[in-house]
């Protein structure tokens, strides 16, 4: 008999969040009622921002973050190329040209110096970038400090993709205050640390940046009097003032979020106990296991460990192959972004970022979810261990 699968992340839902989103569906609101604006404060308040715009994914609230900082055509975003494609593709919705910036192998985050060394010449070359997007990889941050500096001195407007970083801190206050960029997004897809289904927010301190961007999700539509052209012609009246979208997130959504908010700390500190062990567990064991920014607590959406194809004597495909035939839910994060087709029909080339390409070649992400239990990961390592001989 085969043994179960065990995922490499899970959601974990239970009584009360189900009772949460019951009570929605028999109430009044499915959506545009009163739980979006309730999620939003306490998200906000969890991370120490001013204001939060709650949407139907990350991704959206990463094209509104670049629509409302006026990211267009002739404009220039840059990300990491260790992230999910959304990273990239919310300067591409907007009509701007993307570019990369390559990575610190050790933090696996995009390098501070690579973007330093980057922006010299860009400047030279009168290509700055108009937005600058750090994403906090598996979890733990970039050096905001550093590329907020950068970002005062050359003028780029800064978006962290904090995706994988909720409940993280940076040197001691939470990710997401917005304390060194101009927007920070989340997403609460069931992979990362608290769900919606599907769902992402934008947080900022900013009170036009997100006024702005509750617009972009909602058409472009105002209903508030100062901001409209000429007079209100009644209580039914609104306005389109730019082109939006409808990125909304529904009430149901919100309800199961600010349910799940409450065991944010309790799924947080898990992954963190179940990262220390896998720590324990592998050391020495000839794997390149994560690195613990002294400046950072991680959030730990993902355990990454990078393969030593030489030392084992077998390939990470195929050390992969072998996981997940024995059940382990094996997965890999990321792809480099430049190396997908359709980023080659743009000019990019395999080789440009070095350092994202030799740590992807090896990476392989180790299950790793609150409800995971000791004797799961004891089977993972085990199996594991199994493979290097
Ligand atoms: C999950 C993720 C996203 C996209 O989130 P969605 O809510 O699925 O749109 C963006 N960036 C990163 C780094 C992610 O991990």
């Not at 919100?254 to 062990?277: I, M, P, T």
């Amino acid at each position: 008999m085969s043994k179960p699968h065990i995922p490499y992340g899970r959601q974990d839902v239970t009584d009360d969040d189900t009772a949460a989103v019951l009570e929605v569906l028999r109430s009044d609101w499915l959506t545009q009622g009163p739980g979006v604006p309730k999620f939003e404060a306490a998200v906000a308040r969890y991370c120490d921002a001013a204001h939060a715009v709650a949407v139907n994914s990350a991704t959206s609230a990463l094209h509104i973050a670049c629509a409302a900082l006026g990211l267009g055509p002739g404009d220039r975003l840059w990300t990491s190329p260790n992230t999910f494609l959304a990273s990239a593709t919310c300067a591409l919705y907007c009509g701007a040209a993307v570019d990369f910036v390559d990575i610190d192998p050790r933090s696996r985050n995009m390098s501070v110096e690579a973007l330093a060394a980057k922006l010299t010449e860009a400047d030279r070359a009168g290509t700055l970038p108009k937005i600058v997007v750090p994403v906090h990889f598996a979890g733990q941050s970039c050096d905001m400090r550093a590329i907020h500096e950068l970002g005062r001195h050359y003028g780029f407007r800064i978006v962290e993709d904090a995706a994988h970083a909720l409940g993280g801190a940076y040197r001691g206050t939470p990710v997401g205050n917005c304390r060194y960029s101009d927007i920070a997004v989340f997403s609460f897809h069931p992979v990362k640390q608290i769900t919606t289904g599907e769902g992402g927010i934008a947080l900022t301190n900013d009170p036009d940046l997100a006024a702005r961007m509750a617009r972009l999700r909602s058409h472009g539509t105002t209903r508030d009097a100062a901001l409209m052209k000429g007079e209100s012609e009644g209580a039914w009246y609104y306005q389109m003032l730019e082109l939006g979208w409808n990125y909304r997130m529904t009430d149901i959504q919100a309800a199961l979020g600010l349910s799940q908010l409450g065991r944010l700390d309790a799924h947080v500190a898990r992954r963190e106990a179940l990262a220390a062990r896998y720590d324990r567990l592998l050391a020495n064991s000839g794997l390149t296991l994560p690195w613990r920014d002294p400046d950072c607590a991680s959030a730990w959406h993902l355990y990454v460990v990078g393969w030593n194809e030489a030392a084992f004597g077998l390939s990470r495909a195929q050390a992969f192959a072998r996981l997940r035939a024995a059940g382990i839910g094996v997965n890999v994060h990321y792809i480099p972004v430049h190396t997908q087709p359709y980023f080659h029909r743009l000019g990019f080339r395999r080789g440009q970022f070095p350092a994202a390409e030799t740590y992807y070649a090896g990476a392989i992400t180790l299950p790793l979810y609150p409800t995971m239990t000791e004797a799961q990961q004891d089977r993972v390592v085990e199996t594991l261990r199994g493979l290097m001989g």
